[in-house]
Structures are given as structure tokens and as C-alpha cells.
DNA sequence: CGGTTCCATAACCTTGGGGCATGGATGTCG
DNA sequence: CGACATCCATGCCCCAAGGTTATGGAACCG
């Protein structure tokens, strides 16, 4: 007797919800489709997993038998894919690596070259991360490292390899009426409509709006953008204003954008992540030398910071 | 990323086999499914699972890491799907009973209404186990018991409510040259062809042939059954003679055969089996006492056992 | 050098799962 | 009190996934 992970996964998501609509749309399926799957695995294990009110879905006896033991179930199936492709990627002698926005830019043919003198006959796979998945990727497996501009309570979930801290600036459209300002202030932009991204990237998101300074204060959501062209056109239509790191600035320059520091707000820190129970490879070692030996070169406000990570010493 | 876990029942009978060939025709598909199933393991994981040679297939580093993950996975869901059905099966009320063979005519109106007296309400679900699948269902969770003439080691690894004992005798045709003798030695039967039943019943099979007491001598198979009455027949015809327990002589007695006691051939235990990592539930623990109380009504040579089994003080 | 043993490929067919549109039951609010 | 909103179920259609048989190709074995 077979199930797939997806239906368990609809499962879960339904018990969580407490209702098929939501649960499909968190899902992005149709609610007939969760219907159907909920009636399927029903149909498999010989009994209601729920009971069906107007209220919404509420697990039965045997429903929480199953939902004790999928949770763990799927964390066991992530973690399986999560080392086979680890071990995948090993075997070819391949370095993924997962890149936030436009950071990637901040990498040089120097970083590659660096990597590839301390580990001959190996390549980097290079994989921009799109605003959808916070994760990168690193949960399935998919990479090995991202780069990333984390906050530190985020980073915290991670394994990390800190290679300096930047601030965070706002970005307005150049004719703004806060444009006028050298320095903003952070409680001047409360009311401020703000270009957000997907909810889909959970605290990815929050974090870009500031959430957490806000202290409860409710965010005005202007417009969601899905990448960095649409976030900029946002800004430039007068949308709303977002924050971004101030790599951007130098990065994505524009003449109808204002990039401004903004006084109260917290710098992100920059770093190379990956998961807390993934054991540092002599490849991924390397790349984090090479990084720190190579990124930044130039003009950038980095610095190495104090914490270097396990395993790299 | 989802699978199915018969892809990985699949990639794990390939490990174990280590060829296609073999591991499709242990999982009864076709030879090109597998290709198929492995290659999208694969796809999905992103790197080679074997090593092809016209030997079979090795396992890769990454092979390896999933089938050390692989086997706890479907162990994990076997197990939920035994608790969720079980829970689905007392949320309406009704105990799973299995058994094995003809034993079920042992049952009478007296044991469900002995039962039904100390569980009001609840009902019992009769399933006769087919000879293909040893367990019964009781690993995937069908049952919730089921009663089996097993063999003493084999009974290690359940937990078990004994209830008596019972002779395996030996059943030949009537026209058969041993038939004249009122007791044969199991010397006697050791170059007879067999009546075996399905290669798939296992440790099960070489009970029935009584394997371990041939020590280590090969048996003459006349026949394969796959039921009672094809066992019989094969029986009848002279295609082998075949060991069944003594109630086989009077619930199913023929002229055309004749019953046998056996020196030297050891005791079946007869009991209701249930799985060692399942609690016993009020339920459960009813029938064990109405089984008891009115099984072997009449005159079979069945006592209780010293062992009650846990939770039956 | 034919035969055997394994795995891969091709062509075909059936099933199943997903989406849309709609229905039915039940609270809720004006 | 009736129209509406909410939430789950059903019916219909369609495409894709996965299974089967038949066949090919590579390597070992007498």
C-alpha cells in the first residue's frame, strides 16, 4: 500500500487550515483536487481522516493518528533528497551554489577561478534564487550554499559563513516628496505605501518590509513584485517605496530612483548559508575562502565578521 | 518534490537484488517499468542512483545515501498506515479478524456473540488470509488479528494470546503406498514429492514443508497450491503429500485422502497474533477471551498455553 | 561464434488526477 | 425573512503518467 508524499503533504496542509479552500489555496490546486485527494487517502486507509462541517475539516481519531506520523514522515523524505543530492552533486564533482537577487553581480570570474585552483577538476553551478522560495533551495537539496542577505534572527536556522554586514536603504522613485532628503528616518516612512514581495516568502518578506521595526504598526502594501525589474518598476510608477540593501544602489543605478540611508533601521547580514545538519564539504570550505577572498574586492563596504562558522578555521 | 513510496519499494528491492531483472519479478512488473521508475528516482534526485554494467546494478554514493534513508521511510509509513486504520477501525466500532485457512470454520456463532455480549455495540469483520500473503494484512494495518497456526519461532516476533497447541499430521492420498500405515515417520516421507504452497508465503512455506526438520536436505516439490482446494486436489491426484494441521482431518475429511499422525514432526501453536509494536486494545482483548471461552467448543485437542500474552491477566 | 543475460528503447493503451463549472447545505446579515 | 456568503461535493472533460509487450544492443560464456 502506496501513498505519495504530495498527498500527505495535502494532508497536512489541511489540518493546519482546517478547511479545503484555504488549504487549496496555500497549495495552489483547486479545491475539488483537495477534495479528492483527502477523499483518496481516505478511500487507502479504510475510514474518515476528517469530519466535514460547515465550519471547516476537523480530524477524526484516525485523523490524528496520520498526523502525528506524517510530519515526521515528510521531514524524513526532505532529508533523504536533501543528502542524495548532496551525494549527487559530489559524485560529478559540482558546487551548487544559490545566489539572492542581485548579489550575484558582487561574484567575479575571480571568485570561480579562486574555487577552481583549490579544487581542481571541480565546477560551480551558479542558480539565481527567485523571490518565491526564501528557502533557495537548500531544504530540498537543490544547493549546497546561497548567499544571501539574511537577518540575524533568520540566520540563526542555518549554518553560516558571515562575510560582512551592509545596510539597509530605501528606495523611492526620484520624484518622491521624501526624495528631497539626504537621510531619511525610519518612522517617516510608516505611512508610506511599500512594494512587498510574494507572501509566499514567509519571513523573507517581513523582513524587506521591516516588519519587526515596526512594532505591530500595520505595513500599506502598494504593489507585490515577483523580481528585482518588477519591484524597480514599482518604485519608479510611485507604487510605494521598498528597502533594499545598498549594494542596489550600486548595482541597479538608475536616474528615476532615490536610494536614501534611513536612520533606525538594521543593517542585514551577508553571508553563505546552509542547513544546520548538513556537514561543511572541503568544496563548500573552499568556496567560502574563495568568497572571502575574492567577493567585495573593489569598493564594498564589507568586512569579515567575527563569527566564521564551524569548520572553517 | 514528492514521491511515491512504491518508488522507493522499488529502488529498495533493486538495492537488495541488484539487478532490474531480479527486483521486477519480486515486485510481479515488468522488467522496462523498473527502468523507468529507477531512471525517474533519478531524474528527480538529480544524479545517478546505479552503476549499469551487465553484472546488474551497484549503487552510487548517492545510491547509498538514500537506501540508508529509504528503508526507516517506508517503515515509517507502514507504521502509520497501521495506526491510522487501526484508529479508523475503532472509530466505527469493528474488529479486523484474519485466518488462516480452514481454521476459520473453528469459529462459531458463539465466539462473535460471546464477543458482541463484551463489546456492546461493536462488530467483527472475518477476512480469510490468502496463502500469498503470510502476514495477513497484519502489517499494513488490514487487521487487528489474526489466528494462525504458527510455527513457535516465528511467534517471537508478535505478540500472541496462545491458545493451544495442535498435531501436524500428514495428508496422502488414499491410493498411496504409505496410506496403509496407521502412523509414518517422518524418516519415511524425506524423499516424497511435496505439495508446496507459493514460493511469496516465506518463512511460512518452509513451515509447511517443514523445512527445518529435513535438516538442510532438499525437498522434492510435486506441486504448488494456492489454496485449500487446489492443495487437496494436488493431494487427491498424487501429484505430492503435504503436512496440515489435524483439524484439517476432520473439517475437511475425504475419502480420497487419507490423515496421518507424524513421528518426529513437531506441533503447530495455535493462537491470535497480533503485531509487536500495537497495543492491545479492549477490543482485541474481548476476543482473546471469547475466543477462549468458545473456540474449540466441542473436542479439539487444544488447551490454553502457559503464555497468556500480555495484557490478558 | 551462437547463446544467454541484462538493461534500454519504442510504441501503444489505459487509468488517474487535475481543472472548471455547478450544486447543495448551512449560517449570516440587512 | 429572504438574499448572500461560505465551504464542501459532484460531474464532465482532458492531458499526462505509468504500465505492458516487443525489440534492440552490449557483454560474457562456453
Known amino acids: 500500500m502506496d501513498v505519495d508524499t504530495r498527498l500527505l503533504r495535502s494532508f497536512a496542509a489541511v489540518c493546519e487550515e482546517g478547511q479545503l479552500t484555504a488549504a487549496a489555496a496555500r497549495l495552489f490546486v483547486s479545491q475539488p483536487t483537495l477534495t479528492k485527494q483527502i477523499r483518496q487517502l481516505e478511500t487507502l486507509l479504510g475510514g474518515e481522516l476528517f469530519e466535514r462541517s460547515r465550519r471547516g475539516m476537523a480530524p477524526t481519531p484516525a485523523g490524528r493518528a496520520l498526523a502525528e506520523r506524517a510530519g515526521p514522515m515528510l521531514a524524513g523524505w526532505d532529508d ?5 543530492r548532496a551525494a549527487a552533486a559530489e559524485q560529478v564533482a559540482t558546487l551548487r551554489v544559490g545566489f539572492e537577487g542581485g548579489i550575484i553581480n558582487l561574484m567575479s570570474r575571480r571568485t ?21 522560495d526564501p528557502t533557495s533551495g537548500l531544504a530540498t537539496g537543490e544547493i549546497d550554499l ?24 530605501a528606495a523611492l522613485s526620484s520624484g518622491h516628496r521624501l526624495a528631497a532628503q539626504a537621510e531619511l528616518s525610519f518612522e517617516d516612512l510608516l505611512d508610506e ?4 514581495i510574494p507572501h509566499e516568502a514567509g519571513h523573507w518578506r517581513d523582513y524587506w518590509l521591516a516588519a519587526r521595526e515596526r512594532g505591530g504598526r500595520p505595513v500599506r502594501i502598494g504593489a507585490v513584485a515577483h523580481n528585482t525589474d518588477e519591484w524597480l518598476a514599482a518604485v519608479v510608477c510611485g507604487q510605494g517605496i521598498g528597502f533594499a540593501p545598498e549594494t542596489m544602489s550600486r548595482l541597479a543605478p538608475r536616474e528615476d530612483v532615490a536610494y536614501r540611508p534611513v536612520r533606525g ?40 565578521g567575527p ?5 572553517l578555521a
Open 80 to 84: 533523504a533528497l536533501r543528502a542524495t
Open 112 to 132: 570561480v577561478a579562486d574555487f577552481t585552483r583549490r579544487m581542481p577538476g571541480w565546477q560551480v553551478e551558479l542558480r539565481q534564487n527567485n523571490w518565491f
Open 146 to 169: 546561497t548567499l544571501w542577505h539574511a537577518p540575524p534572527y533568520l540566520a540563526a536556522q542555518y549554518n553560516v559563513a558571515v562575510l560582512g554586514e551592509e545596510p539597509r536603504v
Open 193 to 196: 505605501p511599500f512594494v512587498a
Open 265 to 304: 533601521l538594521s543593517p542585514s547580514q551577508v553571508g553563505l548559508y546552509w542547513p544546520k545538519d548538513r556537514e561543511l564539504t572541503p568544496a563548500m570550505a573552499a568556496f567560502v575562502r574563495s568568497c572571502r577572498a575574492t567577493v567585495g574586492y573593489g569598493a564594498t563596504a564589507w568586512e569579515t
Open 307 to 311: 563569527g566564521d562558522g564551524p569548520g
